[in-house]
Each structure stands twice: as C-alpha cells, then as structure tokens.
C-alpha cells in the first residue's frame, strides 16, 4: 500500500481498525481528529472494568498504531476547506459516522467527490447505510453481538440468560479487516478500469459473514446449534470432537472432524489403547453408532491427568486438537511469537515497549514494522506543510479554531 493515502474520518475501533491494517500495509492514514477531545475513544477511562492508563491505552494502540494525527474542526468552514485539501491528495475516505453527521458538517460522499472524483469512499456502520435504520447508531455489543444471533448461538441455553460479550472491540476489530479487504479491491478495481466506487461494511453484515455457515444452515433447516454448557454431553456422533476436562478443571478441544484414520492412534493417545481394537470404536461406522458410550470414556480418561499431562502427550497425535487458551496464554504461546503475531512500539509515556497484535495478513514471512499511535493533532502542522500550507495560513486556522 506505499505511495497510498488514506483520509480517515472516524472514532472508536470499528473502522479506525481498518485504517490500521492499511498502515500495516504501508498505506500513509490521515487520522482526523476534533481539535479539542480527540477521538472520543480517549477517554475511555475502563474496558471491560479493567482501568486503562490514558498514556498507555489499548483501545487506541490498537486500532491506531501506524497512523498521523491532524486536529481539525469539521463544524467550521475552515476546517472543512482544510479536509477537502486532504481529500484532493488521497486515494480512500474512510468514516463511520453517522449520515446526518457527514451531511451536517460536509463530509458526505457529495462534499468530498467534489474534491476528488477519484477517491474510494468507505463507510462503516451498525446496520447498513440502506433501510429503515440506516440512521440509527450502534456498537459491537448492539449490532454485532447482541442482535445478530452471534451471542445467542455463543449462550448456553441451559445459561437461562444472556451472556455478556467477553471481548472488547470483537466484532470492530473483525469489521475493520473486511473494510481493508473491501478498500484493497477497490483501488484494484479503479487501477483496472479508472472507476472510483463506494463500498459499506456493517457490524451487523459482520456478524452474519462471520456466523455465515451456521446461518446458512438454519435457513436451510431452520435448526441453529448452540454453545453448551461445561458438562452438558452435548449430542455427538462423533467423539473425537468436542470440549473434554483434565483433572485439574483445564480443558483439551478434540477437532478430528473427520475419523477416518485416525482412530486406533487417537484412542493410543488418549490412553484407551484398548478400544481401537473394540468391535464398537474401531472403525468409523461403528464409533458413530457408539459415540455417546466412546465419548464418555474419552472424558473419563481425560479426567484423570492434568492439564500439563495432555497438552504434552498430545502433541503427537495425528488428529488435531488444541489447549484450550486464554488470550493472556497467546501472548507467551510460542507457535503465535514464532510467527511474529505480536509487535512491540515505542510506547507514548516513553516507558517499556508497548505489545500490540499484528493484523491477520503476513506477506513474505517477514515481521511487521509500526509506529504507536499518535497523540491526538499530533502531525497537524506537517500534515498541513506537506499540502503547501505555509505558517501564515497556520496560524490563522489555528486562531479561528479550526484546527490544533
């Protein structure tokens, strides 16, 4: 993405993630900023009841890291003139706020085509930019867990309730991915035939993409699956698929969707050797017959070795299988540091590095190399040099309060 200029006009994660892995990529992202708050994210005090330190904030780093900050007041009619200066010299406008908002302060599609015919103009929203609700605002927890199934399906039903979406930012950090697809084929798409499009992403069409087999399946069917509950025996025809406890209250997931040989080695590392010569497990028809009776011996075994025992013995099973983790483990999981899935930067209070998550996206094996994210109107000044702006006309925007 070098030589790729990206104006972005957004708060919270939900599309600033976007801009993010743009400028992973090599993308420059011009993050807009109000002059006097910033990016309300700032001032996030608590997430999830965690207190965040305001000079070491996860919910800026993250959807940030790579970017410059330039403070302007789009409400003024100099601030908007300094935003479509920014807009003649860039390849994407990016933004989520609301359509009164890009209407009221001029930064709607109409205002910044006016600008530049050229530019790819992307919107993030809760549920679409058509329909009914095309004016109404949402977040995450609303259009991403909460109304689109997601946490339902993710809500044991013997829960009694709903359960509370455990990570901050999911689905904004999954939506920001699909909008930096979208902008990728988009410039592709303009390089081949000279035509810039608009393209949308919603947090709602998010979830069902994300959820998109399971929905598909419950159209079709009109059955949805969902989570159980620890010790619920979930119904199976297979018993090498499923969430097993060690004797220690860890968990193993056995994933070998798929028996068919590997049975007689998966019932070796199970310590059951005895059943891949059972008439019951031993080839796949059978096991299916007998799933429930093989899986409750499965968690019997299971149940009697800790934690440590599985996750070393298994190892060389042939079947896949997997610790179950928190994200806390990942940061020290080896397999993720190999393949450099944490990145440090110089962190803003100029203490120890700050540990940020490298996009999904890895290109020639090679690590990738960010800057933190900036202070808010950080940049404002060079910015504003860059396009030929020189400190007389500064001072006077400054003065008039359109930018910081």
Same mark, same amino acid.
């Given at each position: 993405m070098e030589g790729v200029r990206v104006l972005e006009v957004a708060q919270f994660t939900f599309v600033p993630a976007a801009g993010a892995i743009l400028a992973d990529w090599g993308a420059d992202v011009i993050k807009v900023e109000h002059p006097l708050r910033g990016d309300t994210q700032r001032g996030f005090v608590f997430m999830g009841g965690i207190e965040l330190d305001a000079d070491r904030h996860p919910l800026i780093e993250h959807p940030n890291r790579g970017k410059r900050s330039v403070g302007i007041d789009l409400s003024t009619p100099g601030g908007q003139h300094v935003l479509y200066e920014l807009a003649k010299s860039s390849d994407v406008f990016l933004t989520n706020y609301m359509p009164q908002a890009r209407q009221k302060n001029k930064f709607d599609l109409e205002h910044i085509r006016a600008a530049n015919p050229d530019i790819i103009y992307?919107?993030?929203?809760?549920?679409?930019? &058509?329909?009914?609700?095309? #004016?109404?605002?949402?977040?995450? %927890?609303? @259009?991403? /867990?909460?109304?689109?199934?997601?946490?339902? @399906? +993710?809500?044991?039903?013997a829960l009694g309730g709903a359960l509370g979406q455990g990570i901050p930012a999911f689905g904004d950090s999954i939506g920001g991915m699909n909008i930096a697809g979208g902008i990728s084929a988009a410039l592709f798409h303009r390089e081949k035939t000279g035509q810039a499009v608009e393209l949308d992403v919603s947090l709602l069409s998010t979830a069902w993409w994300s959820a998109g087999a399971s929905v598909t399946q419950g159209m079709e069917t009109g059955e949805i699956m969902r989570s159980t509950m620890p010790d619920e025996v979930a119904p199976t025809v297979n018993p090498f698929l499923g969430n097993y406890l060690t004797s220690d209250g860890g968990t193993i997931n056995l994933c070998i969707v798929s028996p068919t040989g590997y049975i007689h080695d998966a019932f070796e590392h199970l310590d059951l050797p005895e059943l891949a010569s059972d008439p019951r497990f031993s080839d796949v028809l059978p096991l299916i017959e007998n799933a429930a009776e093989a899986a409750q011996l499965i968690a019997e075994s299971i149940a009697k070795k800790p934690f440590a025992y599985w996750r070393e013995r298994l190892k060389t099973m042939k079947g896949q299988w997997a610790p179950f983790q928190s994200l806390l483990d990942l940061a020290s999981d080896e397999q993720a540091i190999a393949n450099d899935m944490i990145v440090e930067v110089e962190a803003a209070? %100029?203490?120890? *590095?700050? &540990?940020?998550?490298?996009? *999904?996206?890895?290109? =020639?094996?090679? *690590? +990738?190399?960010?800057?933190?994210?900036?202070?808010?109107?950080?940049?404002?000044?060079?910015? +504003? #040099?860059? +396009? %030929? #702006?020189? /400190?007389?006309?500064?001072?006077?925007? &400054? =003065?008039?309060?359109?930018? @910081?």
């Amino acid at each position: 993405m070098e030589g790729v200029r990206v104006l972005e006009v957004a708060q919270f994660t939900f599309v600033p993630a976007a801009g993010a892995i743009l400028a992973d990529w090599g993308a420059d992202v011009i993050k807009v900023e109000h002059p006097l708050r910033g990016d309300t994210q700032r001032g996030f005090v608590f997430m999830g009841g965690i207190e965040l330190d305001a000079d070491r904030h996860p919910l800026i780093e993250h959807p940030n890291r790579g970017k410059r900050s330039v403070g302007i007041d789009l409400s003024t009619p100099g601030g908007q003139h300094v935003l479509y200066e920014l807009a003649k010299s860039s390849d994407v406008f990016l933004t989520n706020y609301m359509p009164q908002a890009r209407q009221k302060n001029k930064f709607d599609l109409e205002h910044i085509r006016a600008a530049n015919p050229d530019i790819i103009y992307a919107r993030g929203s809760a549920y679409g930019d &058509k329909g009914p609700e095309r #004016m109404v605002g949402g977040f995450d %927890g609303t @259009a991403f /867990w909460t109304r689109s199934g997601v946490g339902h @399906a +993710l809500t044991p039903e013997a829960l009694g309730g709903a359960l509370g979406q455990g990570i901050p930012a999911f689905g904004d950090s999954i939506g920001g991915m699909n909008i930096a697809g979208g902008i990728s084929a988009a410039l592709f798409h303009r390089e081949k035939t000279g035509q810039a499009v608009e393209l949308d992403v919603s947090l709602l069409s998010t979830a069902w993409w994300s959820a998109g087999a399971s929905v598909t399946q419950g159209m079709e069917t009109g059955e949805i699956m969902r989570s159980t509950m620890p010790d619920e025996v979930a119904p199976t025809v297979n018993p090498f698929l499923g969430n097993y406890l060690t004797s220690d209250g860890g968990t193993i997931n056995l994933c070998i969707v798929s028996p068919t040989g590997y049975i007689h080695d998966a019932f070796e590392h199970l310590d059951l050797p005895e059943l891949a010569s059972d008439p019951r497990f031993s080839d796949v028809l059978p096991l299916i017959e007998n799933a429930a009776e093989a899986a409750q011996l499965i968690a019997e075994s299971i149940a009697k070795k800790p934690f440590a025992y599985w996750r070393e013995r298994l190892k060389t099973m042939k079947g896949q299988w997997a610790p179950f983790q928190s994200l806390l483990d990942l940061a020290s999981d080896e397999q993720a540091i190999a393949n450099d899935m944490i990145v440090e930067v110089e962190a803003a209070d %100029g203490g120890a *590095p700050f &540990k940020v998550v490298r996009g *999904p996206v890895q290109f =020639n094996h090679e *690590p +990738l190399e960010t800057t933190r994210a900036p202070q808010a109107s950080e940049h404002t000044e060079i910015v +504003l #040099m860059e +396009l %030929g #702006m020189d /400190w007389d006309q500064i001072e006077v925007l &400054k =003065n008039s309060g359109a930018i @910081a």
